[in-house]
């Protein structure tokens, strides 16, 4: 591959033995830029007697290398010694890779009477610094440490517990571009996936990713195949609008895949990313607010999800009277200086149910769960014109919920639902993962109601969808009601009627690849 300088992917490859490394180098120069070869990975005889075939291997390739052997605190693999791995360094025969040496060991090869002077050329070395455990308060004493080697590429990879992590990340990024440096930095971990995306465009020499179906070899990589495909690593510039999805966790979001689809097929310069959040109200105010922000990322609208739609509210400017009246907020639209309010869950929700079932009104309508998604699917039932009755496992939260609804509220146990019309799942029971085998009620007790309705959507079809099919029941999962609730964020976010069925695709996708 042979991608422009602002968005290069390396691969990193980290194999036991020389003849798998040899077959993942194969593999991985047919979809990356560079390869990384994390020599500490190998074993320690394999290392000894293997390094000329692994020169060789490089050479036979005409792709990009960086060559690394960390030692355990930075993140290595094997258990090497310092004296051995500075012996290593300093026989080395690899002479057309970039080296990739940890800061301790570049000051040392560059210290007045140092026993070993490194081999290689210090233009193609990479000094770096890693921290698995979080972002060093030192960073930028760190950065001067590095720049006082003769090393021509800095590298720093720290660990984000939060997106906000990410900013000193970018900081650094700016310091190192203003002064003319090369830089590699990234924010590891599921919290920094932002300067994975955005880092190249911001200047980082490369970014990092995964060969498809593989963990990576730190956390929080994307695949080479989510960068190019999904991210549009490519097109990204300083003129690219970001969006994205704050939650907690919010890894398994789907809505990455489905605005960036969006995005792509009206030809947009726009990104949208997942955003891990813990702190909502300091996110908002270092990198959302533009009063505030310590970031000009060209940040233009966010979805909210868990658990974050409530305590969102109080920090923004306007909230639509629709998401006042439900209590929450999954869309945040930036404008100008201001941050507006939406809840597009409601209009999402009973799209998908009016499509499907006809006319509401008088209909009975039984909604299982009393939590933050209840909330705007009882809102939508009511404007409808359903009679709708909160069936909660915990009768007084039910009951407090239906009080405010003006609805009715009864003990889930004691719900009876082959009175209803349309009986309505909102609980997280039959999620793929630990819930997938629930269900809050079976088959039998379905028999009767004439459709049931899941919010869930991993699997496509759930245990509760499953039964009540085998019941009788039409059913409806929550697939269309996800795709629904996104094609009106991206039409407050952008003006313009969203693909649905470009964006219904992708949203198959990405779940078919969550399952594999
Ligand atoms: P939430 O705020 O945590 O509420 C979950 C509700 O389920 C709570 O009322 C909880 O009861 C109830 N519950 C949990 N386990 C239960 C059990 N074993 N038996 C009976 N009730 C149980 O979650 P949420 O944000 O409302 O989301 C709920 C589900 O909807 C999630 O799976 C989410 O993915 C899905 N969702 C889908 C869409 C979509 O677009 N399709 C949109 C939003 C949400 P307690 O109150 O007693 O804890």
Known sequence: MNSPQQSRICIPICESTVAALESAIAGAVKVSDLIEVRLDCLQKNELETGASRITEVLKRTDCESILTLRPAEQGGQGQLDDETRQAFWSDAIFSESL??????????????GSPHTLPIDWSRTICSQHDFAGVPRNLDQIYERMISTPARILKFAVMAQDATDCLPVFHLLARARSEGREMIAIAMGSAGIATRILGPSRGSFLTYGSSENDAGTAPGQVSVRDLREVYRLEQIDHQTQVFGVIGLP??????????????AALGKNAVFLPLEVHDVKAFLKRMVIPRTRELDWNLRGLSVTAPHKFTVMEQLDWVEPAAQEIGAVNTIVIKDDALHGFNTDASGFITPLVQKFGDL?????????????AKAV?????????????????????????????VAGIKLEDARFNEFDVVINTTPLGTAGKFENETAVTGEGLRGARLAYDLVYNPNETRFLREAREAG??????????VAQATEQF????????PADVMYEAAQQGLLRSQI
């Open 99 to 112: 080296f990739d040496v940890e800061l301790e060991l570049a000051e040392h090869f560059n210290s007045a």
């Open 250 to 263: 919010i890894s398994h979001s789907l809505s990455p895949c489905v605005h960036n689809a969006a995005f």
């Open 361 to 373: 009104t008088g209909v009975r309508c039984a909604v299982i769960g009393a939590g933050g998604a």
């Open 378 to 406: 009882v809102w939508a039932l009511k404007q409808a014109g359903a009679q709708v009755t909160i069936c909660a496992r915990e009768l007084a939260r039910g009951q407090l919920l239906a009080e405010h609804f003006g």
């Open 473 to 482: 029941c039409e059913t409806l999962g929550g697939l269309p009601m996800f």
């Open 491 to 498: 039409r407050l976010w952008t003006g313009d009627a969203a």
